[in-house]
C-alpha cells in the first residue's frame, strides 16, 4: 500500500500518543501494539523527530517489563537521535542569527 507523508505523520503521531498515554498508566502490554504502528510509519517516513520518541517509549516499556538490555539499547538508540535532532535544530538557529549579522 502507498502511503503519503501526511498520512504517515498521521499514523506515528496517533499511535505514539496512543502509546504514551497507555505507558503513564502503566498498560505497557496494550501500548506496544500502537508503539510498533508508530515506529513503523516513523521508520518509513523517516523522520528522527517521531522515532526518538518510539524509543523512549520502547525502552520504557522493555524497563517496565524487566527487560534491561533492551531497554538500554532502546534508551541508547533515543539519545544518540536526540542529541541529532536538537544539534540540527541549534545549527539551524545559528545560521539563521548569523545571516542577520551585518
Not at 498515554?21 to 502503566?26: G, R
Not at 520504557?60 to 540540527?88: C, M, P
Request: proline share 2%.
Amino acid at each position: 500500500m502507498f502511503w503519503t507523508k501526511s498520512s504517515l505523520e498521521t499514523i506515528t503521531g496517533v499511535n505514539q500518543h496512543l502509546a504514551e498515554i497507555l505507558i503513564e498508566l502503566k498498560r505497557y502490554r496494550e501500548a506496544q501494539p500502537y508503539l510498533t504502528q508508530a515506529l513503523e510509519a516513523a521508520t518509513k517516513m523517516g523522520s528522527v523527530d517521531w522515532l526518538f520518541d518510539c524509543y523512549k517509549n520502547q525502552s520504557a516499556i522493555y524497563e517496565a517489563q524487566g527487560n534491561y538490555k533492551e531497554a538500554l539499547r532502546y534508551h541508547q538508540l533515543f539519545k544518540t537521535l536526540k542529541d541529532s535532532v536538537y544539534q540540527q535544530e541549534y545549527d539551524t538557529k545559528i545560521s539563521a542569527m548569523a545571516s542577520f549579522m551585518p
